[in-house]
């Protein structure tokens, strides 16, 4: 190379501007030239740069994590402080509950789970893509990638969490494997969280599946029930189940270009066409409506009892963000939906006005198909972002409280999955927050 190719120079001052084909080192106080990103041999190059610097940014975060060393959410709030406001009438209860809850998150710390299995092939050999707790927080779904191809499932039971050993038991499925998985949902057809929808990619086109939960029990392994339902589809983006009663034992299947109800015990399909690949879904309980979220953007809802019609008349609500929706979440009233998409907003609307009424900022997402979590018991909202950070937010206030480093180095293929409750591993389980990263299970105590 030529020794242009290097060339440095001091700044005459600490820089407050990029240069054009350089960039800035702020350890050795000097500017680096950029070399064409394409030369496999190159030293320097903006990816690597902005890599480096996130990972010191990771590490420093965990050091200050271990070390203990956690701001308070809010400037001024402790336990103390606010009970003594509480005592003095000065803090209603509602809101005393919310700045105890902001603590604890800000107070947890993470472990290592042991997971345990009767096949010892099972755990801690493939990597976790997508964990999903059901209702009652007893056990959750899993998705691990595995080498050659294809995804393996399992379910985890959270019972051994409130051990101090902090163990989980793995029953893995052999049966069903080598099917790439883009979205899962628990589904209640005999009772709460019987089986569960999986859709994804086959081969060519995709599959849609409805897989007994009891497939994974330890319990009498030689009268294992059958997979009650499959059919090929177009490549699937999403589902969801619906609780109502009067669209009873039906699910939902986020297709390119449309929207497929099934109802499982008839058999009957309803097809909604759509302009856009459906990328995230979700059920009323109050009523028979599904919410859609796409890749244009478009947030609309379909009431499924009526019969599908040709154009888009059969749209009711309807919302638009500016980039692809990843995620939505109906809250509890149904008044208000949360939505979050691949440019990093995440906004809550109000269904009655189709206004946005409040955004949470910090989120980071590009391209990524990023599930939210809301916990309106505890007043919190969760996200992982693109770049593996768990950020937390205040559902009341949409202040950030806590951003949470990951414990392996940020990439692609180690986007954490995460679970929060206050129940973990049912009524009488501990409270917390479950990480999914790589082969790792790790737990953060919140008490």
């Known amino acids: 190379r030529y020794p242009s190719d290097f060339a440095t120079f001091s700044p005459p001052c600490h820089p407050t501007e990029e240069l054009p084909g350089f960039y800035y080192d702020p350890e050795k106080n000097r500017y680096f030239r950029l070399l064409p990103g ?62 105890i809850h902001e603590l604890k998150v800000n107070c947890m710390q993470r472990r290592k789970i ?42 985890i039971n959270l019972s051994g969490l409130g051990k101090e050993s902090l163990t989980v038991e793995m029953y893995d499925n052999l049966y069903f494997t080598n099917r790439k998985v883009n979205s899962v949902c628990w589904a209640s057809l005999t009772h709460p969280d019987s089986h569960l929808c999986l859709m994804g990619i086959a081969e060519t086109p995709g599959c849609a599946s409805l897989l007994p939960a009891s497939l994974f029990s330890s319990t009498n392994p030689g009268d294992r029930p059958g997979m009650l339902c499959s059919f090929k ?11 109502n009663p009067q669209a009873d034992n039906c699910f939902s299947t986020g297709l390119t270009r449309r929207v ?13 066409g759509t302009s856009s690949d459906v990328l995230a879904q979700q059920f009323a309980t109050q009523t028979p409506v599904l919410y859609n979220g796409c890749r244009s953007g478009e947030i609309f809802s379909i009431d499924v009892r009526q019969r599908n019609r040709k154009g888009q008349s059969w749209k009711a609500s309807r919302l638009f963000h500016g980039s692809a929706v990843t995620s939505i979440h109906l ?22 006005t189709a206004k946005c009424v409040k955004q949470y900022k910090g989120h980071h997402n590009e ?17 992982v972002g693109q770049d593996c ?18 414990p392996h180095p940020s990439s692609k293929d180690a986007i954490p999955s995460v679970v929060f409750s206050s129940r973990l591993g049912g009524s009488r389980g501990v409270p917390g927050l479950l990480m999914a990263v790589k082969q790792d299970l790790y737990h953060f105590s919140y008490n």
């Open 260 to 272: 497929l109800v099934t109802n499982v015990v008839t058999g009957h399909r309803q097809t909604f």
């Open 114 to 155: 042991e997971i345990h299995s009767p096949d010892s092939s099972v755990a801690g050999t493939n990597n976790f893509k997508i964990i999903v707790a059901d209702v009652a927080c007893e056990r959750i779904f899993t998705v691990n990638d595995v080498e050659h191809g294809g995804c393996k499932y399992g379910i």
């Open 367 to 383: 391209y990524a198909l990023l599930p939210l979590h809301v916990n309106e018991e505890e007043g919190l909202l969760i996200a």
């Open 331 to 352: 809250m509890q009233a149904e008044h208000y939906l949360m939505a979050a998409d691949m440019a990093g907003k995440i906004k809550l609307w109000d269904l009655r």
């Open 38 to 99: 394409h030369n496999n041999h190159n030293p320097l190059t903006k990816d690597s740069i902005q890599h480096k610097a996130m990972e010191c940014k990771r590490l420093r975060l965990l050091e200050e994590e271990e070390k203990q060393n956690q701001k308070t959410p809010r400037a001024g709030l402790n336990s103390s402080v606010l009970l003594q406001k509480r005592q003095l009438g000065s803090l209603s209860p509602t809101s005393y509950c919310r700045y």
């Open 233 to 243: 589809i177009s490549t699937a983006w999403s589902c969801a189940w619906c609780l």
């Open 389 to 406: 950070y768990t950020r937390i937010w205040s559902l009341q206030d949409t202040h950030l409280l806590r951003t949470i480093p990951s």
